[in-house]
């Protein structure tokens, strides 16, 4: 088989790629190692920058993601049993979009099938051929049959444990990473949220988050420690510790209900450097991760791909190459500030296992600066809502 994109990976980004590449007449195949189904039972993201939305509405996928987001122009930060608003309108001038990942993904698929988009589950055994040659191809198994595509470019979208950055060899990669004590377990509930916008608590007890998916829908986290089993937080005894760390006023109003998914996630900070290897790219999860505190892991997968997506364009309607040269470059920029705002926002909210009662201090200072201080705010907001591309 021969296409022009081989994209390794149906996640949010290698979709929406092929998506945008199609609407161009540029010829992508996806493959996928898990199921559509698999892929769709996964609870992740939830909230999409304004730059996101658009590009989803450029993919021709926004309908829906237009019609059922809901609009959020601030977030309340708590500490203690105190809350305040940092307002995304007035100090960016921008509002981010609560869409679940989940939706975003489904009507990504809808759009590809519509299309007779060509995506191949259950593949195994990726193995990226020539990246640094002429002629790359990529090799893979499906139902114990061999399979092998050629084609102009690779684009890695597998994830973080995917193949495509280990194809990388280890003398041209360096990865930076830093690992956070302690994990976020998550659950959601057919619940109405306990609020119309997201708490971002920082307590006593360790940090708390209150989100949602729609009016009925709710997403709530905890700070847990690393050796938690999701299997022993009951129902209960989670919304028992959620209330004790969030202000009381939100407390008095939560409503409970059984989960309906509960998991831990490990939080971690990680950038591979470069993004490009001759026809191989990186793209989103594969090539970086963000601790989910600033709500950056999925828009940065979508800065790769307006950046990426651009440059193909670029590069097959023009015949242009030097979008596709400056690609890694031009991502990366972007993801050390999304990485260093990530960074920021985790130090501000979590406890720490290590951290003395001197470091406690200078979170809280830094708590009541942002607080008072409208600049601070600004800062925070415009990051939030997500630096330009
Ligand atoms: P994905 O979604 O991991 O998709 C990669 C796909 O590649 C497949 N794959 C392979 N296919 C073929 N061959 C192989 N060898 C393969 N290896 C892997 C996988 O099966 C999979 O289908 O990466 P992608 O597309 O780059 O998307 C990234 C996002 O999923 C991720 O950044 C976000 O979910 C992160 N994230 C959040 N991001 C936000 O922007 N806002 C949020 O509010 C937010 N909250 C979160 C999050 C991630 C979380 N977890 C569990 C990691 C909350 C949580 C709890
Ligand atoms: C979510 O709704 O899953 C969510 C929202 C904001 C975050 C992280 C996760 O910062």
Known sequence: MRTQVCIIGAGPSGLLLSQLLHRKGIESVV????????????????????????????????ERMDREGFLHDGTVIAYDNHQFRVDFAARANASVLVYGQ???????YEAREAADGKIVYNVEDVRIQDADGDAPYVEYNVGGQGQRIDCDYVVGCDGFHGV??????????????????FGWLGILSETPPVHEELIYANSERGFALCSMRNEN?????????????????????????????????????????PSIEKSIAPLRSFVTEPMRWGKLFLCGDAAHIVPPTGAKGLNTAASDI??????MV??????EEEGLDRYSEKALAR???????????????????????????????????LESNESAQRVMAENYVGLPF
């Open 31 to 62: 493959l996928e190692r898990k199921t559509k189904e698999y892929v769709l039972g996964r609870i992740r993201a939830g909230v999409l920058e304004h730059g996101f939305a658009e590009l989803m509405r450029e993919a021709g996928v926004g």
């Open 102 to 108: 989940t939706e975003l993904t489904r009507d990504l």
């Open 164 to 181: 495509s950055r280990k194809t990388i060899p280890e003398t041209v990669r360096k990865e930076y990473e830093k690992i956070y004590p």
């Open 217 to 257: 829908l709710s997403r709530y986290y905890l700070q847990c420690p690393l050796d938690h089993n999701p299997e022993d937080w009951s129902d209960d005894a989670f919304w028992e510790e959620l209330k004790r760390r969030i202000p009381e006023q939100a407390a008095e109003k939560l409503i409970t209900g």
């Open 306 to 311: 307006y950046y990426l997506y651009h440059a």
């Open 314 to 319: 670029q590069f097959y309607v023009d015949g």
């Open 335 to 369: 993801i050390w500030k999304a990485e260093r705002f990530s960074w920021w926002m985790s130090n501000l909210l979590h406890l720490y296992p290590e951290q003395g009662e001197f470091d406690r201090k200078m979170q809280r200072a830094e708590l009541e600066f």
